[in-house]
């Protein structure tokens, strides 16, 4: 089993961007985008729960290179909590009712946006993975607590940073112009 590429990312936006699929990458996948430095073997979708988005994402995975059984595009069209795909160009998690997250709306509303990659936010990542409370989860949780305290001092930094470019006085060298 290989480790999930940035390549398989693309792909993932490129074609669900096509088909008009509505998700948000999440678990590991997602903190990767994000910048956290770690390798996973499949991409987890947190996927919008809607017939017509269900529909539009078989169509995608066939697009993609998925070979979907009746019963696997079956229960993607009826959103099953949980479906794991291994049978396509790489390994896919498709979550529907995520562990610690209510709504697909109110995720979408938090998300973040990297190189057109709709991506979880870094607390609604740990807040699953605290949730599912699995042991490789438990075992991954302080690396991403630590991680999204250098997120936060990072976004902080550049907010003080634009404010104060914002407040800073026309260069000198403008009015000589």
């Known amino acids: 089993m290989a480790a ?25 996948s997602a903190a990767i985008l994000l910048g956290f430095p770690d390798t996973t073997q499949d991409a987890d979708l947190f996927v919008e729960k809607k017939q017509e988005n269900c529909e539009n994402l078989v169509l995608a995975l066939i697009d993609l290179g998925f070979e979907l059984a009746a019963n696997e595009a079956e229960e993607i069209r009826r959103g099953k909590d949980f479906i794991q795909l291994k049978n396509g160009p790489f390994d896919l998690d498709l979550i529907f009712a995520p562990d610690g997250i209510e709504r697909f709306e109110e995720a979408w509303d938090r998300h973040v946006d990297i190189a057109g990659f709709p991506v979880c ?29 250098w997120l936060r001092q990072r976004s902080s930094s550049k907010i003080v940073q634009s404010e104060a470019e914002d407040l800073a006085p026309t260069n000198n060298r403008d009015a000589h112009q």
């Open 121 to 149: 936010n870094i607390d609604d990542v740990i807040r699953s993975k605290e949730a599912a409370n699995r042991q490789k989860d438990r075992e991954s949780l302080p690396r991403l607590l630590q991680f999204q305290t």
């Open 4 to 28: 999930f590429e940035y390549r398989q990312a693309e792909e993932i936006r490129d074609t669900f961007a096509r088909r008009g699929v509505r998700y948000l990458f999440l678990g590991k």
